[in-house]
């Protein structure tokens, strides 16, 4: 068990900014108490908000007291899952961990997730937090944080309609990474050309993680793939294998750019869940735990007993029936859990799609989704959410062999969700592939609890 050796809130911060950040954290706290009291919901953002409101400066002033350093771990897919497993990693050891770990991860989230650990003055007594942060705020976060280590996990196209291409988030990233602190470490995911190039690009010191398992390798490109051009000249990259989206063993026949070489051997290490995307978040979060300091045995004893977060990839025992639930919410992760789906034996599965502000309001992205994979087994096929009938409309499409799937169309979700499981045997389990928000909506059908 570390040493706690306590926190002396004014030793960087003059009199004035502690009166601030203390006035800011009580308004806050006594907001958080007002809302889970009267069950407006989990107190994840609006805490912050307000106490922004007073201090601006509240990220930096909470971040400063942090004892060992601030993690920021970003990515389009698996920020919560590789975050919750490092944080597990870490107060196995006995650290005391900061973390947003409802998932919000704008700014006022950070700041409500941070001000959580806080006592009524601001002081902030932990050592280490973890902020699984939105890819589109790295870069305004980074400069107030000064964060020790920034995990990259990951960049494909998600929410268009919010961020744009991958290529201009890496761009920033790597801008405003390149003039941060040369004190933080960054890791970086080696089989991602955008990352990978990112990191060979950096002053700061630089560790990869990557699978090295060519048993692994898609027979062919899958159509959701965002990068495969050359990130330093633009030219076709050349691929020995591809794991999944533009994920894999590649190298620039033009300039000579490849692959950086991971840290770990992954056909070494066994994984969190199901889905080889798990394996990646398995990785990325032990490369971080050993760059850390964490001896190795710790953090192969943690794996085995992880438990993931709601949505991801959680089982459930609904009725007698095993229920499990992969959040699907852009091509490359729904192409991933349609993975795990016809890799099993199991022959009913749920698909929910909507198109809220957290999930992105463009829904086209299913169009870029290999959905006939998923009609071609057969079986049954119930589909709900907002846009039901785009869902419905892009597996008929996807029924070219004729397959003979049972597509059943149902607006209603808890009725779609009694059909699934009135057409789940009792020895198979039911896959629900749910978008964002949806994901949140089967929470409240199957448990009766929100998130948030």
Same mark, same amino acid.
């Given at each position: 068990?570390?040493?706690?050796?306590?926190?002396?809130?004014?030793?960087?911060?003059?009199?004035?900014?502690?009166?601030?950040? &203390?006035?800011?954290?009580?308004?806050?706290?006594? !907001?958080?108490?007002?809302?889970?009291?009267?069950?407006?919901?989990?107190? *994840?953002?609006?805490? &912050?908000?307000?106490?922004?409101?007073?201090?601006?400066?509240?990220?930096? #002033?909470? *971040?400063?007291?942090?004892?060992?350093?601030?993690?920021?771990?970003?990515?389009?897919?698996?920020?919560?899952?590789?975050?919750? #497993?490092?944080?597990?990693i870490l107060e196995r050891k006995g650290f005391k961990v900061a973390h947003n770990s409802t998932g919000a991860n704008l700014e006022n989230g950070l700041v409500t997730a941070l001000m959580e650990s806080t006592d009524a003055f601001g002081g902030l007594n932990v050592d280490y937090a973890i902020l699984e942060v939105d890819e589109n705020i !790295?870069?305004? !976060?980074?400069?107030?944080i000064q964060p020790k280590a920034i995990l990259c996990l990951n960049l494909f196209r998600d929410q268009l309609d919010r961020y744009g291409e991958v290529d201009t988030i890496s761009k920033r990233w790597t801008k405003a990474i390149s003039t941060n602190s040369p004190n933080t470490t960054v890791i970086s995911n080696a089989d991602d050309p955008t990352l990978s190039y990112l990191g060979q690009q950096l002053s700061q010191k630089v560790?990869?993680? &990557?699978?090295?398992?060519?048993?692994?390798?898609?027979?062919?490109?899958?159509?959701?793939?965002?990068s495969i051009y050359c990130p330093n000249c633009g030219h076709s990259l050349d691929y020995e294998g591809v794991y999944l989206s533009h994920l894999g063993e590649f190298s620039c026949p033009q300039c000579g750019f490849k692959r950086s070489k991971p840290a770990l051997n992954s056909s070494e290490w066994s994984q969190v869940l199901v889905g080889?995307?798990?394996?990646?978040?398995?990785?990325?979060?032990a490369t971080v735990a050993i760059e850390l300091g964490i001896d190795e045995a710790t953090v192969r004893d943690t794996i085995p007993t992880f438990q993931p977060a709601f949505g991801r990839a959680e089982e459930l025992?609904?009725? &007698?029936?095993?229920?499990?639930?992969?959040? *699907?919410?852009?091509?490359?992760?729904?192409?991933?859990?349609?993975? !795990?789906v016809t890799e099993s034996n199991d022959k009913t599965t749920l698909l929910i799609l909507n198109d809220r502000v957290q999930?992105?309001?463009d829904v086209s992205w299913i169009w870029d989704v290999d959905t006939e994979a998923l009609v071609q087994r057969g079986g049954t096929l119930v589909v709900s959410g907002d846009r039901v009938y785009d869902m419905a409309l892009r597996l008929r499409y996807s029924d070219v062999y004729d397959s003979k799937v049972n597509l059943i169309?149902?607006?209603?979700?808890?009725?779609?969700? *009694?059909?699934?499981?009135?057409?789940?045997?009792?020895?198979?389990?039911?896959?629900?592939?749910?978008?964002?928000?949806?994901?949140?909506d089967v929470r409240e059908v199957l448990t009766g609890k929100k998130i948030r």
């Open positions: 068990m570390p040493e706690n050796k306590g926190t002396d809130v004014g030793k960087n911060i003059n009199l004035i900014d502690r009166v601030k950040l &203390g006035v800011a954290v009580s308004a806050a706290k006594s !907001v958080t108490f007002a809302v889970r009291t009267l069950r407006l919901g989990a107190a *994840s953002v609006l805490p &912050g908000s307000i106490a922004r409101k007073i201090e601006p400066r509240l990220l930096e #002033l909470l *971040s400063q007291q942090v004892k060992n350093g601030v993690i920021l771990i970003a990515g389009t897919n698996g920020k919560t899952t590789t975050s919750l #497993l490092l944080r597990e !790295v870069p305004k !976060v980074l400069t107030p560790v990869f993680f &990557g699978l090295n398992e060519p048993n692994k390798y898609l027979e062919e490109i899958p159509h959701a793939v965002d080889l995307y798990n394996k990646y978040n398995t990785l990325a979060a025992q609904i009725d &007698g029936k095993r229920v499990r639930i992969l959040l *699907s919410k852009n091509p490359v992760g729904t192409n991933e859990t349609i993975r !795990v999930d992105g309001e169309v149902e607006e209603d979700l808890k009725k779609a969700i *009694s059909t699934a499981l009135e057409h789940t045997k009792p020895d198979e389990t039911l896959h629900i592939l749910p978008t964002y928000t949806a994901m949140l």
